[in-house]
């Protein structure tokens, strides 16, 4: 189950973060996508690591806990998607295609004329359709 | 072949290096021995690792064993070869012979026995006795050497080499060393080809039924023993790597259920470095190992190869690795291990890696980002074992100690519960236990945050832990107990711990507790649920039974020691995080430090961490992480008496994004500013609200202002304050862009200022700027003692507290000031000359140049001769309608009088001390303002003769008059604008004169003609002279002209003439000629038409009730005629007589003569001297003419009437052309008395100079 999606600016600033917990406990998600940056900036700052990725948009499992998952995905503007989910058994394929989808969602978020780049995204339209992505996530593979 | 186990570990303890056989044929070893042993270990060595490449080895260490040694005697073949590794690698022979005769015969023999194994790795060592000096004996060694290797040596290979005991034999020891290297290579050469062989024959068997992997173990670690040995570390590696794959690979392949293993005491602490924590044969379970232990031993092997490569790091990041590995599969069989013994493992399994790699590891060893790495896992390694050892002290009750922070909520909340098969039950004693646990729990008050912020607590735990436990227990007990339990479960739904619970169901919960903690139904807790409490103290038992370590036993005895171990894993991950990439897993856990630090009162500390972990949440605008942690921070600041801290932590928390915080606490954020700032503070701090107040213009263009005015300048103003907040005082300032230099100025604003919250728009007076542009700069205000600054402007519209990141840093003018430029101009509207010494309407343009004039004074000052007529009302109306008004003007000369219906546009001025204040509907538009003036003239003015040239440059002159303007304008009157206008007045008419006939009777005809000098037309109505003495009117009138002329128009600049007959009168008496004037003055009557925008015109000020009504409004010229009394008598007469008619000529003589002639008898009042002679004189041009003869002198002359004489001078004109003759003039006779012909100068015409023809006759 997917349980936190977020956009996080160039600036490291958080532009977009949802949780789909029912508890109320959308802070420690806030932490785990925060932390999940000094990873996104380590591969960045290592090339040497990511090597073969380098000009891969998708950086794969961020880090593995325990207990859930973090992944990352980083687009040409710096702008960094973080997914947190609690299945411990994810298909790679699936998390690209979940970040390919919310990435095109995300475009034409911040292609509104009205919104401000930098500023957090506010539309209801994105967060409909994020949490769509969301809810489909590995149908396409399973089904 | 697994029963060999027990063997192959003691084999594997007692040797851990290469033997090399001896074979002491001529019992010389003791003899030698100590030479061979002093050069071990060998520094440097070549051997080849599996993929028989070379690899050089350093510090090999060996043992020299003579064959004879009961160590290499006695074993089974099937032993040799299964631990061949530990069979000598090499065998030396050791030989001397002194005899050729003996070593055939002996030495050869048995040697060849010797070497005859083919499998054995063999070389000679000659060993010569013979004293260098014995030639004898050396010879003979060299001899008995020699036919050693050429029996022994072959060409592929050196067998031999020769050691002479009493000579120095440097090269001796290079040559055995490198003939040892090659035995041991070819050895180990051999000997991994033989395990290799070995390992794949049995590993293609691994899927069969006959697979034994204790077996295949065996021969896949003699075989890395054997590389170990060898110090070919990366191969022994990589063969224990392999057996880890292979054993993962196969462990759970069969259907076979094998135990885990892990059950035994002491088996929770983790042995994953100490290989040897148990004996290989205890964990063997039917062909194979229990994967609890050996999975461990197989990495504490990897990590000793890892310690003797130097590479920790890689033992850290494949520790991490391993134990979360290790730890899934502990969770496999959760159910058959103690209760939390995975949690227990995992605690202890972090803490000794970290040890061990620690101390292995030095710092700058390694690349940078290596070094990074390391100490990211080091942080990692801590992590997790906080939170597994924050998990075990919450199960024993001590999670009210946890912080609820975001940190321990991420890790514990998704954390599952432990899975045992049954939840530990109480023990049977435990009550006291129990009701000290209760205690506890009752006596746990949740931290109050600061400012009363309320906030839901995050979990700690994945569900509720009471409901977990009792699951777990009622899954196997028959009754229905989870259902019973369900129905109560609203009381303690949300969170494990009651004391986290709301008040009400707090009380609910102790009354519950209280009836169900009586001993009576104490005992059969199995059939209901348990309680808290109980899970709490059944969980430490069940604990303590597991966790056989005393440290770990000891942290979590008692709540202050688990603080003490807390805070010690909390500070181990964060200094390793902070020395790795991941900063901010490090800065995070400085908060969790600073929790306890605060806990324990160290506030300063906590502080600092605070601070910290703020400044990192602020930074990248993570408020919601930022909106938990501040309030912490700020408690702290409050303690401390960090006043500037405390501050702007109270406004940081106000700009925080307002869904953050209720309203209330919003509100109590500022009454601590407030208040802090009203009470008495030692060191006032300015204090930073940029977050908060800000501020711009208003929208729309800036407000511009002209060089040296005051303005208004509206701002607005965002507060960010929840409620009003009232600031004593408030000022902005103001900065050029165009030039940095300038110093900035503050405006002011006056008086105490209240800013709701939201919008306000503060009005400031602005004092006159230089010119430029200016943007708004810093805000600064004050809040009771509190000096407050903003740098930061606000878009229009809401305030953004995002204000890390501006994407549009207004830079917006709010102000320009234009350089200095003329505002406004006077002029005056009149482009001609204004009626002398008659009231006229002066106008002056006042036209102000995109400027308003509004209250606008204008200053009046005259020039000398020149008054305003103050009794009367100044004038001012639009320009435009000036000049509309023209038309009107012709018809009526009243009628601006009465055009007041001209309404708002017209009006009339009073002046004050010399001042008016224009009207504010003049304030921008072009308007005329009509002064009255008069111009004050000293005397008549002259009329001229006639003839005489152009005497009316001279009035023009006399006519200026100046007229000093002020004008005090602008917001303030801070504008002045001077100037000083010309006015050109003149008479209507110039005045000339000219007698035009003189009758025989006496009368003269005098012609006087009127020059109109202004651009109106004329009328003249009447006129007379006032003749002087010695004239009379010819007739006996009044001297005017005859009426029915009159009117008489005289249009612009034309002419009009008037003839006046007029004669001598007789001889005045004395005293009449006193009475009357000295000159002629001639009045005339007249009217004027003209437009006052033009020029001259009537002057409308005269008081007309005054007059009678049909005399119509005229004016009167008056001008002074100078007349003069016609010569009377001439007494002598002076002609030019006729030159002769051929003319004259330069050069040429001429006779010039005058005739004198004395018209009548000499009188006696005339000079008596002279009667008889009259003096004259010659007046020539000299250039024209060269006079001979004298030119002065005395002619006689009768004194009788008709006398006459000719007076003849000689002359020669100089020049051609039409010349002025000489003229004859009479010195003593008054020019009245003389008569002339011609009567004026004449020209005479003078011929050029006859040619010379002399040269010029043809011959």
Same mark, same amino acid.
């Given at each position: 189950m997917i349980v936190?999606?977020? /956009?996080?600016?160039?600036q &490291? @600033? *958080?532009l977009?973060?949802?949780?789909?917990t029912?508890a109320?406990d959308?802070?420690? $998600?806030?932490?785990i996508?925060?932390c999940?940056?000094?990873? /996104?900036?380590?591969?960045? &700052? @290592? *090339?040497?690591?990511?090597g073969p990725?380098?000009?891969?948009?998708?950086?794969?499992? $961020?880090?593995?806990?325990?207990n859930?998952k973090?992944?990352?995905?980083?687009t040409?503007?710096?702008?960094k998607f973080?997914?947190?989910?609690t299945d411990?058994?994810v298909r790679?394929?699936?998390?690209?295609n979940?970040?390919?989808?919310?990435?095109?969602?995300?475009?034409?978020?911040?292609?509104?004329?009205?919104?401000?780049?930098?500023k957090k995204?506010?539309?209801?339209?994105?967060a409909?359709?994020v949490?769509n992505?969301?809810k489909?996530f590995?149908?396409?593979?399973?089904g | 072949?697994a029963?060999?186990?027990?063997?192959?570990?003691?084999?594997?303890?007692?040797?851990?290096?290469?033997?090399?056989?001896?074979?002491d044929v001529?019992?010389?070893w003791?003899?030698v021995?100590?030479?061979f042993?002093?050069?071990?270990?060998?520094?440097?060595a070549?051997?080849n690792?599996?993929?028989?490449?070379?690899?050089?080895?350093?510090k090999?260490?060996?043992?020299?064993i003579?064959?004879?040694?009961?160590?290499?005697r006695?074993?089974?073949?099937?032993?040799?070869s299964?631990?061949w590794?530990r069979?000598?690698?090499?065998?030396?022979?050791?030989?001397t012979?002194?005899?050729?005769?003996?070593?055939k015969?002996?030495?050869?023999?048995?040697l060849?026995l010797?070497?005859?194994?083919?499998?054995?790795?063999?070389?000679?060592?000659f060993?010569?006795k013979?004293?260098?000096?014995n030639d004898?004996?050396t010879?003979?060694?060299?001899?008995?050497?020699a036919?050693?290797?050429v029996?022994?040596?072959?060409?592929?290979?050196?067998?031999?080499?020769?050691?002479?005991?009493q000579g120095?034999e440097a090269n001796?020891?290079?040559d055995?060393e490198s003939?040892l290297?090659e035995?041991?290579?070819n050895?180990?050469?051999?000997?991994i080809?033989?395990y290799?062989?070995?390992?794949?024959?049995?590993?293609?068997?691994?899927f069969?039924p006959?697979?034994n992997?204790?077996?295949?173990?065996?021969?896949k670690?003699s075989?890395?023993?054997?590389f170990e040995?060898?110090?070919?570390?990366?191969?022994?590696?990589r063969?224990y790597?392999?057996?880890e794959l292979?054993?993962?690979?196969?462990?759970?392949?069969?259907?076979?259920?094998?135990d885990?293993?892990?059950?035994?005491h002491?088996?929770d602490?983790a042995?994953?470095l100490?290989?040897g924590?148990?004996?290989l044969t205890?964990?063997?379970?039917?062909d194979?190992?229990?994967e609890?232990?050996?999975?461990?031993?197989l990495?504490a092997?990897?990590?000793?190869l890892?310690?003797k490569?130097n590479?920790?790091?890689?033992?850290?990041?494949r520790g991490y690795?391993?134990?979360i590995?290790?730890?899934?599969?502990?969770?496999?069989?959760e159910?058959v291990?103690?209760?939390?013994?995975?949690?227990?493992?995992m605690?202890?399994?972090?803490?000794?890696?970290?040890?061990?790699?620690?101390?292995?590891?030095?710092?700058?060893?390694v690349?940078?980002d290596?070094?990074?790495d390391?100490?990211?896992?080091?942080g990692?390694?801590y992590?997790?074992s906080?939170?597994?050892?924050?998990?075990?002290?919450?199960?024993?009750g001590?999670?009210?100690?946890?912080?609820?922070?975001?940190?321990?909520?991420a890790?514990l909340?998704?954390?599952?519960w432990p899975?045992p098969?049954?939840?530990?039950?109480i023990?049977?004693?435990?009550?006291s236990?129990v009701?000290?646990?209760?205690?506890?729990?009752?006596?746990a008050t949740?931290?109050?945050k600061?400012?009363g912020?309320?906030?839901?607590?995050l979990?700690l735990?994945?569900?509720?832990?009471?409901r977990?436990?009792n699951?777990?227990?009622?899954?196997?007990?028959?009754?229905?107990?989870?259902?019973?339990f369900?129905?109560?479960?609203?009381l303690?739904?949300g969170s494990?711990?009651d004391?986290?619970m709301?008040p009400?169901?707090k009380?609910?919960?102790?009354t519950?507790?209280?009836t169900n903690?009586s001993?009576?139904n104490f005992?059969s807790?199995?059939d209901?649920?348990?309680?808290?409490?109980e899970?709490?103290?059944?969980a430490?038992?069940?604990?303590?039974?597991t966790?056989?370590?005393?440290?770990?036993c000891?942290?979590?005895?008692?709540?202050?020691?688990?603080?003490?171990?807390y805070?010690e894993?909390?500070k181990g991950?964060a200094?390793?995080?902070h020395?790795?990439?991941?900063?901010?897993h490090g800065v995070?856990?400085?908060?969790?430090?600073a929790a306890?630090?605060?806990?324990r009162?160290?506030?300063d500390?906590?502080?600092?961490s605070?601070?910290?972990?703020?400044a990192?949440?602020?930074?990248?605008?993570?408020?919601d992480l930022?909106?938990?942690?501040?309030?912490n921070l700020?408690?702290?600041?409050k303690?401390l008496?960090?006043?500037a801290?405390?501050?702007?932590?109270?406004v940081?928390?106000?700009?925080?994004?307002?869904?953050l915080?209720l309203?209330?606490?919003?509100q109590?954020?500022?009454?601590?500013?407030?208040?802090?700032a009203?009470?008495?503070?030692?060191?006032?701090?300015p204090?930073d609200v940029s977050s908060?107040?800000?501020?711009?213009?208003i929208p729309?263009?800036?407000l511009?202002l002209?060089d040296?005015?005051?303005g208004i300048?509206?701002v607005?103003?965002?507060s960010?304050?929840?409620?009003?907040i009232?600031?004593?005082?408030?000022?902005?300032?103001l900065?050029?862009t165009?030039?940095?230099?300038?110093?900035?100025?503050?405006?002011?604003?006056?008086?105490?200022t209240?800013?709701?919250?939201g919008?306000n728009?503060?009005?400031?007076s602005?004092?006159?700027?230089?010119p430029g542009?200016?943007?708004?700069g810093v805000?600064?205000?004050?809040?009771?003692?509190?000096?407050?600054r903003s740098?930061?402007f606000?878009?229009?519209?809401?305030?953004d507290?995002?204000?890390?990141m501006?994407y549009?840093?207004?830079?917006r003018?709010?102000?320009?000031v234009?350089?200095p430029?003329?505002?406004v101009?006077?002029?005056?509207s009149?482009?001609?000359a204004l009626?002398?010494t008659e009231p006229?309407?002066l106008?002056?343009?006042?036209?102000?140049?995109?400027?308003?004039l509004?209250?606008a004074?204008?200053?009046?000052?005259?020039?000398?001769?020149?008054?305003?007529?103050e009794?009367?009302?100044?004038e001012i109306?639009r320009?435009?309608?000036?000049?509309?008004?023209?038309?009107?003007?012709?018809?009526?000369?009243?009628?601006?009088?009465?055009?007041f219906?001209?309404?708002?546009?017209f009006?009339q001025?009073?002046?004050?001390?010399?001042?008016?204040?224009l009207?504010?509907w003049?304030s921008n538009?072009?308007s005329?303002?009509?002064i009255?003036?008069r111009?004050i003239?000293?005397g008549?003015?002259?009329?001229?003769?006639?003839?005489a040239?152009?005497p009316?440059r001279?009035?023009?002159?006399?006519?200026?008059?100046?007229?000093?303007l002020?004008?005090?304008f602008?917001v303030?009157?801070?504008?002045?604008f001077?100037?000083?206008?010309?006015v050109?007045?003149?008479?209507?008419?110039?005045?000339?004169?000219r007698?035009?006939?003189?009758?025989n009777d006496g009368?003269?005809?005098?012609q006087v003609?009127l020059?109109?000098?202004?651009?109106?037309?004329?009328?003249?109505?009447d006129?007379?002279?006032?003749?002087q003495a010695g004239?009379?009117?010819?007739?006996?009138?009044?001297?005017?002209?005859?009426?029915?002329?009159?009117?008489?128009?005289?249009s612009?600049?034309?002419?009009?003439?008037?003839?006046?007959?007029?004669?001598l009168?007789?001889t005045?008496?004395?005293?009449?000629?006193k009475?009357?004037?000295p000159?002629?003055?001639?009045?005339?009557r007249?009217g004027i038409?003209?437009?006052?925008?033009?020029?001259?015109?009537?002057?409308?000020?005269?008081?007309?009730?005054?007059?009678?009504?049909?005399t119509?409004?005229?004016?009167?010229f008056?001008?002074a005629?100078?007349l003069?009394?016609?010569?009377?008598?001439?007494?002598?007469?002076?002609?030019f007589l006729?030159l002769?008619s051929?003319?004259?000529?330069?050069?040429?003589?001429?006779?010039?003569?005058?005739r004198?002639?004395?018209l009548k008898?000499f009188?006696e009042?005339?000079?008596?001297?002279?009667?008889?002679?009259?003096l004259?004189?010659?007046?020539a041009?000299?250039?024209?003419?060269?006079?001979a003869g004298?030119?002065r002198?005395?002619?006689?002359?009768?004194?009788?009437?008709?006398?006459?004489?000719?007076?003849s001078i000689?002359?020669?004109?100089?020049?051609?052309?039409?010349?002025r003759p000489?003229?004859?003039?009479?010195?003593?006779v008054?020019?009245?008395n003389?008569s002339?012909?011609p009567?004026?100068?004449?020209?005479?015409?003078v011929?050029?100079?006859?040619?010379?023809?002399?040269?010029?006759i043809?011959?």
């Amino acid at each position: 189950m997917i349980v936190c999606v977020a /956009v996080v600016g160039h600036q &490291n @600033n *958080p532009l977009y973060i949802q949780s789909f917990t029912e508890a109320d406990d959308a802070l420690k $998600l806030h932490h785990i996508v925060h932390c999940s940056l000094d990873v /996104v900036d380590e591969r960045v &700052n @290592n *090339p040497k690591k990511s090597g073969p990725m380098l000009n891969e948009t998708f950086l794969g499992l $961020l880090y593995p806990t325990e207990n859930y998952k973090v992944y990352g995905y980083l687009t040409n503007t710096k702008v960094k998607f973080i997914l947190v989910t609690t299945d411990l058994d994810v298909r790679d394929a699936d998390v690209r295609n979940f970040f390919g989808r919310f990435h095109a969602a995300y475009v034409d978020a911040v292609s509104n004329p009205f919104h401000v780049p930098g500023k957090k995204i506010t539309s209801r339209t994105f967060a409909e359709r994020v949490s769509n992505i969301v809810k489909s996530f590995g149908l396409s593979s399973a089904g | 072949m697994a029963n060999f186990l027990a063997q192959f570990q003691s084999i594997k303890n007692s040797c851990d290096h290469i033997i090399i056989a001896v074979e002491d044929v001529s019992d010389l070893w003791p003899l030698v021995k100590k030479g061979f042993e002093e050069r071990l270990p060998y520094e440097r060595a070549c051997l080849n690792n599996k993929t028989r490449n070379p690899v050089f080895v350093e510090k090999l260490r060996a043992e020299y064993i003579l064959t004879t040694d009961s160590r290499l005697r006695s074993r089974f073949h099937q032993e040799q070869s299964l631990f061949w590794f530990r069979e000598p690698y090499a065998t030396v022979v050791l030989v001397t012979c002194e005899d050729l005769d003996e070593f055939k015969t002996i030495l050869k023999p048995r040697l060849k026995l010797i070497v005859q194994n083919e499998e054995r790795e063999w070389f000679i060592v000659f060993v010569s006795k013979a004293p260098p000096h014995n030639d004898q004996a050396t010879k003979m060694a060299k001899k008995v050497y020699a036919k050693l290797e050429v029996d022994f040596s072959s060409k592929k290979r050196e067998r031999c080499c020769k050691l002479d005991i009493q000579g120095p034999e440097a090269n001796f020891w290079e040559d055995l060393e490198s003939k040892l290297m090659e035995s041991i290579r070819n050895t180990l050469d051999r000997r991994i080809q033989f395990y290799e062989d070995e390992i794949r024959k049995l590993s293609d068997q691994r899927f069969m039924p006959v697979w034994n992997f204790c077996n295949f173990f065996i021969l896949k670690e003699s075989l890395a023993f054997m590389f170990e040995m060898a110090h070919l570390h990366e191969d022994s590696l990589r063969e224990y790597d392999e057996l880890e794959l292979c054993y993962l690979e196969t462990v759970n392949m069969t259907g076979k259920q094998r135990d885990f293993g892990g059950v035994d005491h002491g088996d929770d602490q983790a042995a994953l470095l100490n290989p040897g924590k148990k004996p290989l044969t205890q964990i063997v379970q039917d062909d194979s190992f229990r994967e609890f232990e050996f999975r461990q031993y197989l990495f504490a092997c990897q990590a000793k190869l890892l310690f003797k490569l130097n590479r920790p790091f890689e033992v850290s990041s494949r520790g991490y690795s391993f134990i979360i590995s290790f730890s899934k599969a502990l969770a496999l069989h959760e159910n058959v291990l103690p209760f939390c013994m995975r949690e227990g493992w995992m605690i202890t399994a972090c803490l000794s890696l970290i040890d061990t790699t620690t101390s292995h590891y030095s710092d700058g060893l390694v690349a940078p980002d290596i070094e990074k790495d390391f100490y990211r896992v080091q942080g990692d390694l801590y992590s997790l074992s906080r939170i597994k050892f924050m998990r075990l002290a919450y199960l024993i009750g001590y999670g009210s100690e946890i912080e609820r922070s975001p940190v321990n909520s991420a890790s514990l909340s998704m954390l599952s519960w432990p899975k045992p098969a049954v939840w530990p039950t109480i023990p049977p004693d435990a009550s006291s236990e129990v009701l000290a646990k209760e205690k506890m729990i009752l006596q746990a008050t949740p931290r109050i945050k600061h400012f009363g912020i309320q906030r839901k607590p995050l979990p700690l735990e994945p569900s509720v832990l009471l409901r977990e436990a009792n699951r777990r227990r009622a899954s196997l007990s028959a009754g229905n107990v989870f259902e019973m339990f369900d129905g109560r479960s609203g009381l303690t739904d949300g969170s494990g711990l009651d004391a986290n619970m709301s008040p009400s169901a707090k009380i609910h919960a102790i009354t519950m507790s209280r009836t169900n903690s009586s001993p009576m139904n104490f005992e059969s807790s199995i059939d209901r649920p348990m309680r808290l409490a109980e899970i709490y103290v059944a969980a430490d038992h069940a604990l303590r039974k597991t966790i056989s370590g005393p440290d770990l036993c000891k942290s979590l005895s008692s709540i202050e020691e688990f603080e003490v171990k807390y805070l010690e894993l909390s500070k181990g991950a964060a200094d390793n995080y902070h020395r790795s990439w991941w900063k901010r897993h490090g800065v995070v856990l400085d908060g969790e430090i600073a929790a306890v630090c605060y806990k324990r009162g160290n506030f300063d500390l906590a502080a600092k961490s605070y601070e910290k972990v703020c400044a990192l949440y602020a930074g990248e605008g993570w408020q919601d992480l930022l909106a938990e942690v501040l309030p912490n921070l700020a408690e702290c600041q409050k303690i401390l008496n960090d006043q500037a801290g405390y501050l702007a932590s109270c406004v940081k928390l106000l700009s925080l994004d307002r869904g953050l915080f209720l309203t209330k606490e919003r509100q109590a954020f500022q009454s601590e500013v407030v208040h802090l700032a009203h009470s008495e503070m030692k060191h006032p701090v300015p204090l930073d609200v940029s977050s908060l107040v800000t501020f711009s213009g208003i929208p729309g263009p800036p407000l511009e202002l002209c060089d040296g005015d005051p303005g208004i300048l509206y701002v607005i103003v965002w507060s960010g304050f929840p409620d009003d907040i009232t600031l004593e005082s408030l000022s902005l300032t103001l900065t050029a862009t165009d030039n940095a230099d300038e110093g900035v100025k503050a405006i002011k604003s006056s008086g105490a200022t209240i800013l709701n919250p939201g919008k306000n728009t503060i009005i400031l007076s602005l004092p006159p700027q230089k010119p430029g542009s200016y943007v708004l700069g810093v805000l600064t205000g004050q809040i009771g003692q509190l000096r407050f600054r903003s740098h930061s402007f606000s878009k229009v519209g809401p305030a953004d507290s995002d204000d890390f990141m501006s994407y549009e840093k207004p830079t917006r003018p709010i102000l320009k000031v234009f350089k200095p430029r003329s505002l406004v101009d006077l002029a005056a509207s009149v482009s001609s000359a204004l009626l002398m010494t008659e009231p006229q309407w002066l106008g002056i343009i006042v036209r102000p140049i995109n400027y308003s004039l509004k209250g606008a004074i204008l200053q009046i000052d005259t020039g000398p001769g020149l008054r305003i007529e103050e009794s009367h009302i100044i004038e001012i109306e639009r320009e435009a309608n000036a000049s509309q008004n023209t038309v009107a003007l012709d018809s009526s000369d009243g009628a601006s009088n009465d055009g007041f219906a001209v309404a708002e546009e017209f009006k009339q001025l009073t002046l004050r001390d010399g001042k008016i204040e224009l009207p504010d509907w003049a304030s921008n538009i072009t308007s005329v303002l009509w002064i009255p003036v008069r111009a004050i003239s000293d005397g008549l003015p002259r009329g001229t003769s006639a003839g005489a040239g152009i005497p009316q440059r001279q009035s023009v002159v006399d006519g200026l008059r100046t007229i000093a303007l002020k004008l005090e304008f602008g917001v303030s009157h801070n504008q002045t604008f001077e100037r000083t206008l010309a006015v050109h007045f003149t008479n209507p008419f110039h005045v000339s004169t000219r007698v035009t006939d003189k009758c025989n009777d006496g009368t003269l005809l005098l012609q006087v003609i009127l020059h109109s000098q202004v651009k109106a037309s004329l009328t003249i109505y009447d006129a007379w002279l006032d003749l002087q003495a010695g004239f009379v009117h010819a007739r006996q009138g009044d001297g005017r002209p005859i009426s029915s002329f009159f009117p008489i128009v005289v249009s612009p600049t034309s002419r009009a003439g008037i003839l006046f007959s007029i004669c001598l009168g007789a001889t005045i008496v004395e005293d009449e000629a006193k009475s009357m004037p000295p000159d002629s003055i001639l009045h005339i009557r007249y009217g004027i038409t003209g437009d006052r925008t033009h020029g001259a015109h009537m002057p409308t000020l005269v008081e007309e009730p005054s007059g009678p009504e049909d005399t119509p409004k005229h004016l009167i010229f008056s001008s002074a005629i100078v007349l003069q009394r016609p010569v009377l008598d001439p007494c002598l007469a002076v002609g030019f007589l006729p030159l002769p008619s051929t003319g004259l000529r330069v050069g040429q003589l001429v006779t010039m003569n005058w005739r004198l002639e004395r018209l009548k008898d000499f009188e006696e009042n005339t000079a008596s001297e002279s009667k008889d002679e009259v003096l004259y004189e010659v007046n020539a041009n000299s250039e024209n003419w060269m006079i001979a003869g004298r030119k002065r002198g005395h002619v006689p002359l009768s004194t009788k009437q008709g006398s006459r004489i000719v007076i003849s001078i000689l002359c020669v004109p100089l020049a051609a052309g039409y010349v002025r003759p000489p003229q004859l003039g009479l010195p003593n006779v008054d020019e009245a008395n003389i008569s002339c012909n011609p009567p004026g100068p004449h020209l005479i015409c003078v011929l050029p100079p006859a040619l010379s023809s002399s040269f010029c006759i043809p011959a």
